[in-house]
């Protein structure tokens, strides 16, 4: 069974993450959230407001955004199945330039290459899948961890 310790000290699991994250922040979050989806709405809007003030375009905010959704609702409502005594962990960091951030839930996980892709012809009625195709899309890099119980979202500033 792998080690799923969420005390472990994070290694990126990507060389080009691990250089694009020596970098100054101007804001880093660490922090663990009861699986309550209005407290990590209440994360999403405060992650939001710093974006703003950082003066970040429309469109990036609206990729992060619904990025920030999936990344911690999926882990709330799928991995935690919403058990309160469970927890998320977020690790996030932002900067007038890149913004980052990596969600750890205490579920068993998934395969996120098992997820059917909605934009197939045989996949436009089912529900599933379109918030992974969403991330990939918005977001510079998505990484997930062997076990599928944490995923790493890097999005680099476009002016």
């Known amino acids: 069974m792998p080690n799923r310790d969420l005390t472990l000290p994070h290694l990126p699991m990507n060389d080009r993450i691990a ?3 020596d970098h100054q922040w101007s804001k880093v979050w660490d922090l663990a959230i009861p ?3 209005f407290i ?3 994360f999403i809007k405060n992650v939001l407001d710093e974006l703003e003030l950082l003066n970040w375009p429309d469109r990036d905010r609206f990729a992060i955004h619904m990025s920030l959704e999936e990344a911690i609702m999926n882990a709330i409502k799928h991995g935690n199945c919403q058990q309160t005594d469970k927890q998320v962990l977020i690790d996030a960091r932002i900067s007038a330039a890149k913004f980052y951030i990596r969600v750890t839930d205490e579920g068993p996980g998934f395969n996120p290459h098992d997820v059917p892709d909605p934009t197939l012809e045989e996949n436009l009625t089912k ?10 899309i918005y977001m510079n890099f998505v990484v997930y961890n062997s076990v599928g119980n944490q995923v790493e979202l890097l999005k680099i500033r476009q002016d």
């Not at 529900?127 to 990939?136: F, H």
Request: glycine share 16%; charged share 35%.
């Open 35 to 37: 699986s309550d989806p």
């Open 127 to 136: 529900t599933s899948g379109r918030g992974l195709k969403l991330m990939r």
């Open 40 to 42: 990590g709405t209440e």
């Open 19 to 21: 250089r694009e994250l």
